[in-house]
C-alpha cells in the first residue's frame, strides 16, 4: 500500500498567503504538486506553488474546480464559504481539516459553544447578537467583545475595561467573554492525524502588541514550570480531538494570575506561533501538517535550539512597493533566520515576512530579536 | 546603504537541478525572485522558481539572456560555456563564483594546476592528452584517470588497480593521479564572501559506494579528531582563499593512512554533503551562498543535531515516471526528513531525492539512515 507514483499528491491549497507559502514548499519537498486558490494573482504561495486559481475563497465554482483537481484539500486562512467545502466533503472530495470542524471555528460563538460542551476550560462568555451598551453592562466589564466572523491578527476582538470604552465596540453580531488577567499567553500547536495519532509541539510563550492584540514575540520554548507545559500540552490535545481535527491546529491559551490554563483561540490552521518550527524543530509545522491531511506517519516535534520570533510588519504610513531597510544589518547577526513572504504591497501592519533568531540561549535570542526589530525596517516607495 | 526595494535581488541560476531547486527555496525566503536557465521544461528548480528559460547551458544567446534579466548570476553545474560567461562578466554582469574560477575548476586539469600552485596538498598527477596502455605503465599503478571535463558524480572517474584495468579507462583527454589508499573521504563546505569573509562548516565524511564512485551515506559531523577537523577546515578554506572563490564551495578531501589531508576535488557550488545543512545547521549551504553571491553578510554554521545523509537513487532497470516506495514507512523512523526533488523520469542511479536523519546520537542516526536505504525505493511505472 505504500507505494506513490510521483506526484505523492496534488494538494489544493484555499489561501495563497505566507502560510500558504511555507506549505508548499513542504509539499513540494515531500513531493507533492500544489494548486493554490487566491484572488490575488502572483500570491506569496502561487508565487512557489506554479499553479494558482485566481478566485474568491467564498466562489463555489472556484473552490469546486480546486477541489476536484486535486487529491486532497487544506486552507491557510479561515474565511471560506464551509457550506460549498461540506457540500464537496459529502461528494467524497478529501478536505482536511474537515469543513465541519471549519465551519464550527470559524464562528467565534459555535468555538466557544464547542469547547464548553467538551468541557474545555475557557473564559466564561456569552452571545451578544447586537451589541448594546445595556447589554455590556449587564455582562459587565472588564470584557472582550469578539465578532463571531471574519477577524484575524487581532481584528475582531476589542478589550473594553469599562463603559468608557463602548465607543471602540464593534457593531456586529458577537460574543463577550471575561476579560482574563492572564500572566503569559501561550500557544501549543498540536497536529492530529486521519487516524488520530496526536503530536504536541513544545508549548511556547506570545507576547502581544499592546495595541492592536498582534503577536509581538514569540518564544519558544516558553518559561513556564515543566508542570504547567504538559498541562498546556494535555489541555491543548484534548482541545484538538473534542474537535475531531485532522490536520495542524494552533491553540492559543492563557496562563492565569491562579495558575490555571484556558484555551483562548483555536486556529483550524498552521500557526504563527509556530513559524520558529522551520528551523528549530525536527519536523516543521508545514510538513506536520501535510503529513496529517495526506495520512502519512506524523513527525518528531522535539526543538533542537531555543528560538525566538518576531513578525516584520509594514511601517505605518507606507503603502505600495515594498522597501526592505537593514537586511545585511540584522543577516550579520549569527543565528538570525529572515524569511520574505514575497507581497507585491506593502501596507501598514501588514505582515511582509518573521525573523527567526537561533541561540544556545533563549535570553540571547531574545535580545538578538529586539535588535532585529531596532534594524529591520518595511516602508514602502514613495512612488508605487 | 543597507536598502532593498523588493525583490532584493533577482538572481539567475545556470541549472534546473536538485541544487537549484533548493537554491530557489532559500532565494525567495530571503526576498529574492529566479530566473532558471535548464533544457528541460519544468525542471526541479523550474518548478519552484515560477520563471524558467528552457535552453542549453552551452547556448550563448539563452546565458546572455539570463545574465541580462537578473541582478546577479550563479550556478547549480560546472558544465556551461565559461566562455560567453567570461564575456558578459566583462560587460560588468555580475557572475559568481567568477567565470574564471568556473573555467579553471570545470576542467580537472587545470584545477589540479591550480591547487599545486597555490601550494594545496593534492596527489601527484600528470596530465594524460591521449590515453595509452604505455603511458599508464610509465606513470605506475594503482592510479586515478580523471576526464578534464564533463565528469560529476563518479562519471569521469576511474579507478585502475592494474594493467589488467585498462579496458575500463576513458578515451579521452585526462589527468592520472596517484591512487591514495583514504582511511575516510571527508568534504568542507566553505562560504567565502565578495569581501573575502569565510566561513566553514563542520568537516563531514563521505561514504562512497564501492562501484561508481559515488556518495553512498554522509556523516555530519564527521567521527575525527578535533585536530583532524580543524587542519581539514584550514585546508579547505585556503582552497578557496587560492582560487579567490565567491560562494560556497564543496571541497573534497582523502584523509590518508598516516594521517594527512589531500585536496581530492573541488566543486565550485553547493554540493551534495551539505544537504544536510538545511535541518541541521544554523544558516543552510543555500542560503548561505546566496548570501556570498549578493554580498550579504555569512551566516553561522554551527550545527544543531548530528545529521546522517543518504542520496535516493533510482533503481537498476527502471525508466519512467517515478514510483516512491516506503515513503510512508520512512516517515514514521523519528528525525527522518525526506526530499523529493520532483524529477519527472527516473532513472537507474538518478539522484531523485535525499533523506536528511536527524538524532542526538550519530550512530542512531546512521543506523535509521541505514533502515530508510532498506525501505524507500524509486521505481518507475511499467508503462511510463
Redesign the interface.
Known sequence: M???????ARIGIIGGGQLG?MMV?AA????C?CVVLDPTPGSPAG??S?HQIVGDYHDPAKLRELCESCDVTTFDIEDIDSDTLEELAREGRRIYPSPRVLAVIQDKLTQKQALTDAGIATAPFIPMPEPTPEAFAAFGYPLVQKARRGGYDGRGVVVMRSAADYPQHLPVPSLVERFIPATKELAVLVARGRDGDCRCYPVVEMQMRPAGNMLDMLLAPAEVSRVTAAAAASLAQRTVESLDGVGVFGIELFLTETGDLMVNEVAPRTHNSGHHTI?AN??DQFEQHL?AVLG??L??T?Q??PAVMINLLGAPGHRG?????????A??I???????Y?K?AAAPLRKM?HVTV?DRDLASARHKAERVRAIIEITA?DHP
Open positions: 505504500d507505494v506513490f507514483p510521483y506526484p505523492v507559502r514548499k513540494k519537498r515531500l513531493g504538486t508565487q512557489v506554479g528551523e525536527m519536523t503529513r502519512l506517519p513527525g518528531a522535539d533542537l535550539s512597493r515594498p522597501v526592505i531597510k537593514g537586511l545585511a544589518a543577516l550579520a549569527p543565528g538570525v533566520c529572515v524569511h520574505i514575497g507585491a515576512g537561533l516607495e
